[in-house]
């Protein structure tokens, strides 16, 4: 499932020498990012280059575990991710690691925010799924904790500048180091962001946090939902990809909500269902997967693709070829 090499982002060679040599171009914030302060962001007015480079020597003894990238819209809390990673270890223990999407919702993301806002956007996406595999090939190939710290490190500024993105980023960094690692569930997005608001690293009392404080609210209700100002966000920004679909009426806007139901934490169905090959039109490898157009790097291929269906909502008629009939959520 992941490659030893990919365009602007790494490359792993047979003696276990890691380069990890990634290059972003954008607007950057104004201010450094801080989540346990009100953030009224704004960007500077021309774009910068910021790099992500860094050297490791990673042990020659085989792979810790396997990883299959799975092509698979998969809804959890109320979000829906583009995909999954599966690590299987040795032994057959099996873990997962959701990947989100262009359009996923994110309940930490900022209302207004050029770069950070509710809806994930492509810039974002590649940036933060470009670092995911990342930290999943370090660790396939017995890669440390402090390894994945001098990973953070390496990106930390490429985030502060031009994602801002800050607790997804470490969210899905839980996610790896509890499957790859420590072979175990990682926490729910909207608990692990629970636990940052008790914890004082994140401030959601602004009203450009009202997102948040609504989505956590309804999933304390045990029906999490994405937010009105997600699918105003989406109607506004997205008319290309969903043209006149269904965030432009209210009553189309509330099948959407309504679509949207309880899930359980228990991640065996899922992986049931991958293993056992079910829905196989909506199951494929990522390795496989081919794209047209150009990325920036070579296992991201698939963002292209998923653009719209990482959010693909009931009435969205033009994608046909990915109907919630074939796409079936996993619940």
Not at 156 to 171: K, N, P, T, Y
Request: include cysteine; charge should be positive; charged fraction near 25%.
């Amino acid at each position: 499932g992941l490659h030893s090499s990919d365009p602007n982002l790494y490359s792993l060679s047979n003696d276990g020498h890691f380069v990890l040599n990634c290059i972003e171009r954008n607007r950057p914030y104004s201010q450094r990012p801080d989540d346990s302060c009100v953030r009224v962001p704004h960007l500077q007015s021309g774009n910068t280059i910021q790099k992500a480079t860094l050297e490791l020597k990673l042990p020659c003894a085989g792979l810790r575990f396997s990883c299959q990238l799975v092509q698979r819209v998969t809804e959890r809390w109320g979000i829906k991710f583009a995909g999954v990673a599966l690590i299987k270890h040795p032994g057959g223990k099996l873990n997962t690691v959701y990947l989100p999407g262009v359009l996923t919702f994110d309940p930490a993301g900022i209302t207004g925010d050029p770069h950070s806002s509710e809806r994930v956007g492509p810039a974002c996406d590649r940036l933060q799924v470009g670092i995911t595999f990342t930290q999943l090939c370090i660790l396939q190939h017995g890669g440390t904790y402090e390894d994945l710290d001098k990973v953070d490190a390496a990106f930390d500024e490429v985030i502060a500048c031009f994602s801002g993105r800050c607790v997804l980023a470490a969210w899905m960094r839980h996610q790896v180091e509890q499957a790859c690692l420590q072979k175990a569930q990682a926490k729910p997005y909207p608990v692990f962001i629970q636990d940052l608001i008790k914890n004082g690293a994140l401030t959601v009392e602004p009203e450009n946090r009202r997102v948040t404080k609504e989505y956590l609210r309804s999933f304390e209700l045990g029906a999490p939902v994405v937010c009105e100002a997600y699918l105003d966000k989406v109607s506004k920004k997205d008319r290309g990809c969903f043209g006149r679909s269904c965030f432009d009426n209210t009553s189309k806007r509330s099948s959407v909500l309504a679509s949207t139901s309880p899930q359980s934490d228990d991640e065996s169905e899922l992986i049931s269902a991958i293993r056992s090959g079910r829905n196989s039109d909506a199951r494929r490898s990522l390795s496989t997967e081919s794209c047209s157009g150009k990325s920036r790097s070579g296992s991201l291929r698939w963002l292209r693709h998923f653009q719209v269906l990482s959010s693909c909502f009931p009435g969205c008629g033009h994608l046909r070829a990915h109907s919630p009939a074939r796409l079936q959520t996993c619940r």
